[in-house]
């Protein structure tokens, strides 16, 4: 089966790509940008989730389309949340439009804060209900696979240690604990705010597309045991003690805009069990975090750098 990828050259992108690859579909990589997209193994279509004709064309050449494009951030789109909500929005409507008009199987990629006020959570949850809507409606076959914060080898760093724009926990923490620079903690890291390893959640968005029927709810990719942001940070610390790095100190900043003290997003593990996974299978913090300072720690210099 060919599988058009939106968003198929980013973090989360590439590692459905090899997902899909290892079960032997055929992914067709759909971004905006090149990225390096000269160096991948599988087909590449470039365009932009905000044209609506692109967006057919995609259907047009695919068998099922996987949709992760967006505009990402919690507290860097307040100040400006046109670009999330026009991407976002339209972006999602036009995937919409397009497995409508092909009758093709999809897969959207729902947010785990749903609940939030950020124009992330804000616009990525209105098309998880417009998905709903196309379901009852228009006769689509898009499953919903949520997704609390995916972490792993690969991911993009923000400044001061690489060019990323959205500064994400994982790894914010790791680079400032490879650097001997203490690590911020927005908010005191006492919120819960699970963490899944990457390829797993590669493996729900390709097993929802894999489902024959569709799902009568969402799907939930996170971890079986919750943990605090204050724990992983910790967790990171250690492992990179025992790497032979300095122990770095925690600093507490305030909670950062856009998120909603004193609440917990988690996922309801049991739900994988509708699209074949058993949630005791998933990669563990312990494990998964060990797997990612290591690449972190050997490509040094490359992906990122200490400022």
């Given amino acids: 089966m060919k599988v058009g990828v939106t968003g198929g050259n980013g973090f989360i992108g590439r590692y459905v790509c090899e997902e899909l690859a290892a ?67 339209m972006g999602g409507l036009n995937f919409l439009e397009a497995v409508a008009q092909y009758d093709l199987p999809g897969v959207y990629i729902c947010v785990g804060n749903h609940w939030m006020d950020n124009s992330y959570s804000i616009s990525k949850t209105a098309v998880e209900r417009f998905t709903r809507m196309f379901n009852a409606h228009r006769g689509t076959k898009v499953n919903c ?95 990179c003690v025992e790497r032979g790095y300095e122990r770095v100190p925690i600093v507490d900043l305030p909670m950062r805009p856009g998120e909603t003290p004193d609440t917990a997003v988690t996922a309801d593990t049991e739900s994988l069990r509708l699209v074949g996974m058993d949630p005791a299978d998933l990669v563990s913090l312990d494990e998964g975090m060990a797997k990612t300072i290591d690449w972190f720690i050997e490509s040094r210099g490359m992906h990122w750098k200490s400022p």
Wanted: with cysteine; aromatic share 4%.
């Fill in 23 to 89: 079960r032997g579909h055929e992914p067709i990589v759909f971004d905006h940008r090149d990225r390096g997209t000269g160096n991948l193994p599988w087909e590449v279509m470039r365009g932009d989730i905000r044209d609506a004709t692109a967006m057919t064309e995609l259907a047009a050449h695919a068998d099922a389309i996987i949709h992760l494009a967006a505009v990402l951030g919690t507290q860097e789109t307040i100040t400006n949340p046109r670009p999330a909500a026009e991407t976002n929005l």
């Fill in 145 to 239: 696979v949520r997704v609390v914060n995916a972490y792993g080898p690969r991911q993009q760093a923000a400044p001061p240690f690489a060019a990323g724009k959205v500064r994400k926990i994982t790894p914010a923490v790791v680079c400032r604990a490879l650097s001997g620079m203490p690590v911020e903690l927005y908010g005191g890291g006492t919120q819960i705010s699970d963490m899944v390893w990457v390829g797993d959640v590669a493996k729900g968005l390709v097993a929802a597309l894999e489902t024959p029927d569709k799902l009568d709810r969402v799907v939930e990719v996170g971890p079986t045991t919750s943990s605090s942001i204050r724990d992983v940070a910790t967790l990171i610390i250690d492992l």
